[in-house]
């Protein structure tokens, strides 16, 4: 969000943020945060365990593996007891260095692309709880792969770039589940893979995994949501959503009962958007909206009713092709990097992680808030307000999830080569953080867990029977030099290479509601 410097600052030192535990309503029990670590461990609060589910080259059925970098989280239910789901796990990129054994300077080989195009996309794997622990079902006939080389239709009113199918899916960061209970899986940083070009014609940059020297397929293919069917693995791409950097797409009813899907575009000054569907049960037609912040106006990309569209782009296709380029020309707010967004469940308030802007000196970022006028998601205006700002005990917000309380669960995403240095050395490895939402320490925000060197907490998912937050560690290790100087040995210890893992956390029974 653009505030005013001057604002910015007020905002920061008027901000009572600092808190080492959170009280429970008039009880007694207290919930005591711990401090910021440098530990190669995934360390929480007193009261919580946690458990490893599947990490990095698992066997999940006789052919295939789950995939590398695993990020969003989306469990369905699969029976009344809420004790068994297919759980949705995207797959974000390539690991270079402990999948390809790839650490820089020498060739990229077909084979070595060829193997990750397999290792990014989603996994569907079908979990059980037996006792009180969730476990993978191995070879479950629901256990599959979408892949980076997967055939997915692109559901647009005319073919993008001489097809309407492309060929797999990845960038995959964060989503949302849509009322129908599919998955949305969004595409984020897309250019990385197969490069971006204004137009269908001039490159404006080339894809820095080598992907292309092998195949060419169509930037314009990338940067959509995709919908994933959990019991069949079917999959579509949702032209109408827009194609940019989406990092998430958040569902909720509009007053109507029409869906309203709010989505944004994780790069430096980019927009957020929301797409409200046309059917009750469909995204597939709908229409495109952007934020104008400070008027507080969701601006239409319905290029009939704009007559700017209508001169720049030769159809609706176009519109949502270049998303970026038709949300500048009307007026869109930019922000500061939006990442995930989550409504509160007893407010229907939506918030919106801006994670940070270096190239505006906001290192540390915040939390926005938007409310709907009337409550309704449908509504074309709102009003928006910082809810927390980072800078005191956490920096670089970035996925969130409410617990069955109703209480906002986050975790932080400062870039592996930025951690444990200034401006961030504070704040030492990501961490996962809790903020009471009601009650007298309503608003405090107390870090709950530390993630493994390098590593980034993501994903946070609540399962059905609310007893454990799924959430995925991505990226251990990242920034090791060699096999030989590894930076982290998580989970395994010892002299292991990292992996990547889901993992279960079961949490104090104080902060569950848990009557299943
Ligand atoms: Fe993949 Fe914006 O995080
Ligand atoms: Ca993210
Ligand atoms: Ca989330
Ligand atoms: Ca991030």
């Known amino acids: ?20 535990a959170i009280q429970f309503g008039c009880t007694k029990n207290s919930l005591m945060g711990i401090s910021p670590s440098e530990a190669d461990e995934l360390l929480l609060a007193e009261g919580f365990s946690s458990d490893i589910i599947v990490s990095f080259g698992d066997s999940i059925s006789q052919r295939e593996s789950f995939g590398a970098n695993n990020d969003y989280i989306a469990v369905i239910p699969l029976n009344s007891k809420k004790s068994e789901v297919i759980m949705w796990v995207n797959h974000e990129y390539p690991d270079l260095p402990f999948g390809s054994k790839w650490f820089g300077g020498s060739q990229r080989t077909k084979d070595m692309i060829d193997q990750e195009r397999k290792s990014v996309g989603g996994s569907l794997i079908h979990l059980k709880k037996q006792g009180s622990k969730w476990k993978l079902i191995k070879d479950s006939s629901y256990n599959r792969r979408v892949t980076g ?20 899916t990845f960038a995959n960061c964060a989503g949302g589940v849509t009322p129908w209970q599919t998955v949305l899986t969004c595409e984020e940083n897309y250019f990385l893979f197969y490069g971006e070009r204004e137009d269908g014609t001039r490159k404006v940059s080339e894809g820095r995994l080598g992907w292309e020297s092998f195949y060419q397929n169509p930037p314009e293919h990338y940067g959509w949501v995709v919908e994933v069917n959990p019991l069949t693995g079917e999959a579509k791409k949702l032209t109408g959503l827009g194609r940019f950097a989406h990092e998430c ?8 009962g029409r869906v309203a899907v709010y989505s944004g575009d994780d790069k430096r000054g980019e927009f957020l958007y929301k797409f409200i ?41 176009a519109v949502h092709t270049y998303a970026r380029r038709a949300a500048r020309l009307i007026g869109a707010t930019e922000l500061d990097r939006p990442e995930d967004i989550e409504v509160n469940p007893k407010t229907g308030e939506v918030f919106v992680c801006l994670t940070n802007n270096s190239k505006r000196e906001n290192y540390h970022g915040s939390i926005l808030k938007i409310t709907p006028e009337n409550k309704d998601h449908g509504s074309e205006s709102f009003k928006a307000q910082d809810f927390l700002v980072g800078g005191d005990l956490f920096s670089c917000p970035d996925n969130m999830a409410f617990d069955s309380l109703g209480n906002l669960w986050f975790c932080t995403d400062i870039s592996g080569g930025k951690m444990n240095k200034p401006p961030y050395t504070k704040f030492k490895n990501n961490g996962l953080f809790y903020v009471a ?34 959430l995925s560690v991505q990226h251990p290790g990242e920034k090791s030099k060699s096999l030989e100087k590894l930076r982290s040995h998580w989970p395994k210890g010892g002299t292991e290479i990292p992996l990547s893992s889901v993992v279960a956390i079961k949490l104090p029974p104080i902060m569950t509601n848990d009557k299943a």
Do not use: H, Y
């Open 249 to 256: 797409a958040t569902c909720i009813r509009t007053n109507d």
């Open 149 to 168: 080389e997967s055939k997915i239709p692109l559901i647009a009113d005319r073919e993008i770039e001489g097809s309407k199918v492309a060929e797999g």
């Open 437 to 470: 939402m009601s009650g007298r320490d309503s608003g405090k925000v107390v870090q709950v867990g530390s993630a493994p060197r390098d590593a980034e907490l993501t994903g946070l998912c609540f399962s059905p029977d609310n007893s454990t937050l799924f």
């Open 277 to 317: 569907s046309n059917d009750k049960d469909s995204l597939e037609k709908g229409e495109l909206f952007v934020a104008d912040i400070r008027k507080g106006k969701w601006l239409s990309l319905d290029r009939d009713k704009n007559a700017l569209l209508k001169e720049e782009f030769k159809d609706q296709t």
């Open 1 to 20: 969000m653009s505030l005013d410097r001057r604002d910015f600052v007020k905002f920061i030192s008027g901000s009572a943020v600092a808190a080492a």
